[in-house]
Structure formats: structure tokens, C-alpha cells
């Protein structure tokens, strides 16, 4: 009768070992403590905020050709989604064909950002 306790006692461990392998991640990544500070983002980021280092138009296409949908400010910040080749600019010494899709579908030219002429939006439309 002992060993067919100590047999059970064994099952029974063994299964809940299993139970407790099949409910654990299989390689969990370690969390951060609670107090320490996440680590600003990378300039570079696939979506997000874009900020204008002057003042200029917004498009509706990513050309001059295209019509103005509104002018922001200098320090605006918008979301840009993507970028893309479009027309040629040349305005405040710089002259450059890339422009930032906005969330909102217009396109601002990459030559009124801050930062690169993305703006710091990895993602190509």
C-alpha cells in the first residue's frame, strides 16, 4: 500500500510540474522595475509626431502642383505616417523631392521638418 501512495504522490507531482511548464511562458522577457524610466524613442520611428522647424503649406498631394490645404506654424507638431518621392522644392537653401503623408492624407514637404527630410518617419508609402 506504501508504494502505491508513494506512486501517486509521484503522478501527482509530476503532473502538476507539467501543468505548471505548459502554463509558463516559454521564454519570458525580464520586466523592467517599476521605477525605472522607459528610454525615449529612437529619431527614428515607422509612425508619429513630425514637428515644422518654420512656417509653410500643407498639400493634398506630394507636389506645388497640388493645391494647399492648410499652413502650419513653425514648432507645429502633426503625425506623418509615411514618406514618399514627390516633386522638387527648392525653398530656404534646401531643395530636395521628399515628402511626409500626414494622418490626415495631405503631405508636407520634408524641407519644413525638423530633423531629416522624413522628419524621422522610417516607413516608405
Same mark, same amino acid.
Given at each position: 500500500?506504501? *508504494? !502505491?501512495?508513494?506512486?501517486? #504522490?509521484?503522478?501527482?507531482?509530476? =503532473?502538476? &510540474? #507539467?501543468? @505548471?511548464?505548459?502554463?509558463?511562458?516559454?521564454?519570458?522577457?525580464?520586466?523592467?522595475?517599476?521605477?525605472? +524610466?522607459?528610454?525615449?524613442?529612437? &529619431?527614428?520611428?515607422?509612425? @508619429?509626431?513630425?514637428?515644422?522647424?518654420?512656417? =509653410?503649406? /500643407?498639400?493634398?498631394?506630394?507636389?506645388?502642383?497640388?493645391?494647399?490645404?492648410?499652413? &502650419?506654424?513653425? $514648432?507645429?507638431?502633426?503625425?506623418? /505616417? %509615411?514618406?514618399?518621392?514627390? =516633386?522638387? &522644392?527648392? +525653398?530656404?537653401?534646401?531643395?530636395?523631392?521628399?515628402? /511626409?503623408? #500626414? !494622418?490626415?492624407? $495631405?503631405?508636407?514637404?520634408? @524641407?519644413? #521638418?525638423?530633423?531629416? *527630410?522624413?522628419? @524621422?518617419?522610417?516607413?516608405? %508609402?
Amino acid at each position: 500500500m506504501r *508504494t !502505491s501512495i508513494t506512486k501517486a #504522490l509521484i503522478t501527482a507531482a509530476a =503532473g502538476l &510540474v #507539467l501543468a @505548471g511548464a505548459a502554463a509558463a511562458p516559454a521564454a519570458a522577457a525580464p520586466a523592467a522595475a517599476p521605477h525605472q +524610466a522607459r528610454t525615449a524613442p529612437a &529619431v527614428t520611428t515607422a509612425t @508619429g509626431n513630425i514637428t515644422t522647424w518654420i512656417q =509653410g503649406n /500643407v498639400r493634398k498631394g506630394a507636389s506645388t502642383s497640388y493645391d494647399i490645404a492648410y499652413t &502650419v506654424t513653425a $514648432n507645429q507638431q502633426l503625425m506623418g /505616417v %509615411c514618406w514618399l518621392t514627390g =516633386g522638387t &522644392v527648392d +525653398a530656404n537653401g534646401i531643395s530636395h523631392n521628399t515628402w /511626409v503623408k #500626414l !494622418s490626415d492624407g $495631405n503631405y508636407i514637404w520634408g @524641407g519644413l #521638418l525638423k530633423g531629416d *527630410t522624413k522628419g @524621422g518617419i522610417s516607413t516608405k %508609402c
